[in-house]
Nanobody, 125 residues
Framework: QVQLVESGGGLVQDGGSLRLSCAASGRTFTWYNMGWFRQAPGKEREFVVGISWVGSIRYSSDSVQDRFTISRDNAKNTVYLQMNSLKPEDTAVYYC??????????????????WGQGTQVTVSS
């Protein structure tokens, strides 16, 4: 069992930055691929970016790759999402998730077995 707790969300203006954290406890964090998803009101949850247990990164889009940076600190059992140049369309609840498959970073939410409770990110125009 892995428990995930996100933090760092908040209200920011268009063009601003936020850094999300996801702290993991429980089973060995090192062996898990980690993903960040988001869900905007009235929309389905979507993959944003993920990092494998060996540090390979997979982005959902060029726009995300240009503005967001994912990293992990295995010593702290934490994965981070640095978000720069935020836009109003980035407004959503952001979730971190853990996948124990250790293959390529998955983009489908059903491939992830553990989820955090989410943190709200609101970007005002």
């Amino acid at each position: 069992q892995v428990q995930l707790v996100e933090s760092g969300g908040g209200l920011v203006q268009d063009g601003g930055s936020l850094r999300l954290s996801c702290a993991a406890s429980g089973r060995t964090f090192t062996w898990y691929n980690m993903g960040w998803f988001r869900q905007a009101p009235g929309k389905e949850r979507e993959f944003v970016v993920g990092i494998s247990w060996v540090g390979s990164i997979r982005y959902s889009s060029d726009s995300v790759q240009d503005r967001f940076t994912i990293s992990r600190d295995n010593a702290k059992n934490t994965v981070y999402l640095q978000m720069n140049s935020l836009k109003p369309e980035d407004t959503a609840v952001y979730y971190c998730a853990a996948d124990h498959s250790r293959g390529r970073v998955a983009v489908q939410s059903h491939d992830y077995v553990y989820w955090g409770q989410g943190t709200q990110v609101t970007v005002s125009s």
